[in-house]
């Protein structure tokens, strides 16, 4: 309990609601003081999933930025936290990667499997844009780490608890404190060469227009529940399909449809994912 509120005292201003889970699914925002208090609620966007009651060191996972509402970008209220994670290499290399990019961490956690959690987090928020442009910069430095870790909504796992699939603790590593942006700035200015190109800002792909643009087989799926009497890998394909027509990116797609979806023995997420994924190439070859 003790690094739980280490971490949210570091991560968050104590007024700010988050979310957290014991799965790798998104839940609806809580206080932090519900997350302290020994037992916590869960609501799921997927109406199929009841709440759930469950004890706090049954929690595995916490979303790196505060929000308010489910756990998605859209929903983020406070972008200050960067989180980078290695997937290859033994705990001590990953670590010492770490620290020959010289990168200015403010913790560190044992992930309970194969890679550390190493995160930034800044003392004053920065607006959505700022935010993803610094991340990408910082991911274009440090080739190494999970290329997929640069929305603000992604989750970090809760030092001090079991993880429920390996059994292995999840540790916390390192404690620091948060960073200036000026310091975090100077060294990715480090890396000129490795900053983002500027790009002309597009419309929001999450906007209500977009939404209608969305078949009413689509909305009818995710308002009543998924209906999979046709396959779960042709459902979810054409799923993606719908929102790749209606211009969400793929990023976006399984934002939004991995809040419905449930892990099954025979129906991983990394299938699911995939599926997603086929969709996109699918729809980008057919234009």
């Not at 003081?33 to 997927?46: D, F, Q």
């Not at 969305?214 to 993606?240: C, M, P, V, Y």
Request: proline share 3%.
């Amino acid at each position: 309990m003790e690094d739980l509120q280490a971490i949210l005292d570091l991560m968050f201003e104590p007024d700010q609601e988050v979310c957290v889970s014991n799965t790798q699914w998104a839940y609806h925002s809580i206080p932090q003081t519900s997350i302290l208090s020994g037992e916590v609620t869960l609501v799921s966007p997927n109406q199929k999933v009841g709440i759930q009651k469950v004890k706090t060191e049954e929690l595995t996972l916490l979303c790196i930025n505060a929000a308010k509402g489910f756990r998605k970008d859209g929903n983020i209220t406070s972008c200050r936290t960067f989180l980078f994670e290695l997937d290859v290499g033994s705990l001590k290399s990953q670590i010492d990667y770490v620290k020959t990019l010289n990168l200015p961490t403010s913790a560190s956690i044992y992930s309970g499997n194969k890679s550390i959690h190493f995160l930034v987090v800044l003392e004053e928020p920065l607006d959505l844009a700022t935010y993803r442009k610094i991340y990408q910069w910082a991911l274009n430095i440090g080739t190494l780490f999970d290329q997929n870790c640069k929305n603000p909504s992604r989750s970090v796992r809760i030092p001090g608890v079991i993880r429920s699939d390996t059994g292995k603790k999840q540790t916390l590593i390192e404690l620091k404190s948060r960073v200036k942006l000026e310091n975090f700035m100077t060294w990715l200015n480090k890396y000129p060469h490795l900053r983002p190109k500027e790009r002309e800002e597009r419309k929001s792909l999450t906007s209500e227009n977009s939404y209608d643009n969305l078949s009413e087989w689509f909305k009818k799926q995710l308002r009543d529940g998924i209906d999979f009497s046709g396959g779960r890998n042709k459902t979810w394909f054409n799923l993606a399909c719908d929102l790749a027509k209606s211009r969400y990116s793929e990023l976006e797609a399984l934002e939004i449809l991995e809040q419905y979806f449930v892990e099954e023995n025979s129906f991983k997420y990394r299938e699911f994912e995939t599926t997603i994924k086929s969709a996109f190439t699918y729809m980008a070859n057919k234009v």
